[in-house]
């Protein structure tokens, strides 16, 4: 923390104090895991401890800092939740529609599972495998079942190789998550999501690039369908079903 440059101009204090204490996170050299105290801060940087909180408060909103009772505020990197906030933001500004968003994911995710195919180790194809062997259960609740689709995609995206496209995807899926839930209503949908999941699996276990693209390419399109028919039912059966959806995406 000694290499902070702890002089600030008198406007925007809090801002300026975040912006500092955000370069000291982001650079490496310093290893931290806990920030000083608050009142450590507000000595260092010559303001109050409320200017010190208020620049803690951006930090936390940024995802960079965990605040602990009674321990202070420790290191973290961002999460999906929180870096899909902010892209959240600017698609609700912009009126971004679902199926733009969902055209966005098919273009990730086609890639990713082409990269899959190439470079997943055996501890990630073991690990889809045991996705699927959850969610072949029939009998699963509605909640997990989404949870373990998504979990699926996301593990894909990042057997791909390549991590940023498995961060991406993970935003994505958080974004998403709601239009996703839609497409678990209909008779034949668990059914026919677990086949088109284990064509995926296969792809990649057969370590073939065009099959597993194929699939998941076919899969994001039928689950586009499943959405449709979801939106087209009566305004009764849509109400019934847009609860499950609410409580299976809050326990997510």
């Known amino acids: 923390m000694d290499k902070i440059d702890y002089a600030v101009n008198k406007t925007n204090l809090y801002e300026q104090i975040a912006g500092s204490l955000e370069q000291a996170i982001m650079r490496s050299e310093f290893k931290l895991t806990k920030l000083p105290s608050e009142q450590e801060l507000s000595r260092r940087f010559q303001v109050s401890r409320t200017v010190i909180r208020e620049a803690l408060k951006v930090l936390k909103e940024r995802g960079l800092i965990q605040s ?15 870096i899909s906030s902010a892209v959240n933001r600017i698609v609700q500004m912009d009126n971004i529609s ?3 968003l969902h055209n966005m994911r098919l ?32 009998g699963l609740p509605q909640d997990q079942r989404i949870r373990l689709d998504a979990e699926f995609h ?8 390549n991590e ?25 949908r668990i059914k026919n999501t677990i086949a088109q999941h284990m064509k995926v699996l296969e792809g990649i276990k057969n370590h073939n690039p065009d099959e597993a693209e194929i699939a998941l390419y076919d ?17 009764s059966a849509k109400s019934t079903a847009r609860k499950l959806v609410s409580t ?3 326990r997510r």
């Open 107 to 138: 273009i990730l995710e086609t890639a990713g599972a082409r990269l899959a195919a190439v470079n997943a180790s055996p501890e990630e194809v073991a690990h889809l495998e045991y996705i699927m062997d959850q969610m072949s259960n029939r």
């Open 164 to 188: 940023l496209l498995g961060i991406f995807v993970d935003i994505m899926t958080v974004l998403l998550k709601e239009y996703m839930s839609k497409g678990f209503f209909g008779n034949n």
């Open 219 to 235: 899969h994001l399109v039928a689950a586009r369908n499943d959405v449709g028919k979801y939106e087209g039912i009566d305004d």
């Open 68 to 82: 602990r009772n009674g321990e202070g505020s420790y290191i973290s990197r961002p999460n999906a939740d929180t």
């Open 98 to 100: 679902n199926d733009k």
């Open 248 to 250: 299976a995406c809050k």
């Open 154 to 161: 996301v593990v894909t995206a990042r057997a791909s190789g």
